[in-house]
């Protein structure tokens, strides 16, 4: 299994540039979610997804969509870029069964906003 | 809503010393789960320890052992015999059962000194 893969790895965006950071497991998992990686905050979700066709907000949605159209993957969408979307990115998975399901996580995307 | 709260952004330890991370968390459902997770400079999240709410005993992985305060709400990770690979950062975190999201603290970077 390749877990969960996240792509890029790096991206610089211009102001109000559109673009989406892709996310897929093969892992079979329900549960899906995003999250940002700002220094002193932690990470933050932004959206989740419960399964396919379901997704959810978090505690920082606005700015970003997302989609799960099948389950293998998740990919997250920046409309218009803005200086403060400038984080690091972590895509997670893991089963729905319960809450006690170990959360498995992608390397990364560290985006830059100018 | 759910928050945990980590008091200490810095920690330091000599190597084999002890050390104890804090963490506080808030939720007014009674199924939940509290992890801890450690991001090297690589910025891989590795579960380090959890522990089910419900479960009185407290968790234990080889070196890592947790002290879990249901009343108090309190969970704190104890590195024994600390290692120079122990050094990163170790976030706190807490998913409730219901809604399966999983919600960070704000992370403590352990330095462990040779």
């Known amino acids: 299994n390749a877990g969960v893969t996240q792509t890029p790895k790096f991206q610089v965006l211009k102001t109000g540039q559109s673009m989406t950071l892709q996310c897929a497991q093969d892992?079979?998992?329900?549960?899906m979610s995003w999250y940002r990686q700002d220094p002193g905050m932690g990470l933050r979700l932004i959206h989740y997804s419960v399964g396919a066709g379901i997704t959810d907000q978090g505690e920082v949605p606005n700015g970003y969509n997302v989609s799960r159209s099948t389950t293998e993957d998740f990919p997250l969408r920046l409309l218009s870029a803005a200086p403060s979307q400038t984080s690091v990115y972590f895509c997670a998975s893991s089963y729905r069964r319960g809450g006690g399901e170990t959360q498995y996580f992608g390397p990364g995307t560290r985006l830059l906003v100018l | 809503a759910q928050t945990v709260t980590q008091s200490q952004p810095e920690m330091s330890v000599q190597e084999a010393e002890t050390v104890t991370l804090s963490c506080t968390y808030d939720?007014?459902?009674?199924?939940?789960?509290l992890f801890w997770y450690k991001q090297p400079p690589s910025r891989q999240m590795i579960l380090v320890i959890r522990?089910?709410?419900?479960?009185?005993q407290n968790a234990t992985e080889n070196r890592f052992s947790v002290n879990f305060q249901k009343a108090a709400k309190s969970f704190s990770l104890k590195i024994s015999d600390s290692q120079l690979g122990d050094a990163a950062m170790y976030f706190c975190?807490?998913?409730?059962?219901?809604?399966?999201?999983?919600?960070f603290g704000t992370g403590t970077l352990l330095a462990v000194q040779p």
């Open positions: 975190a807490c998913r409730v059962g219901a809604t399966n999201k999983l919600i």
């Open positions: 892992m079979n998992h329900e549960y």
């Open positions: 522990q089910e709410a419900y479960k009185q």
């Open positions: 939720t007014s459902e009674s199924d939940y789960y």
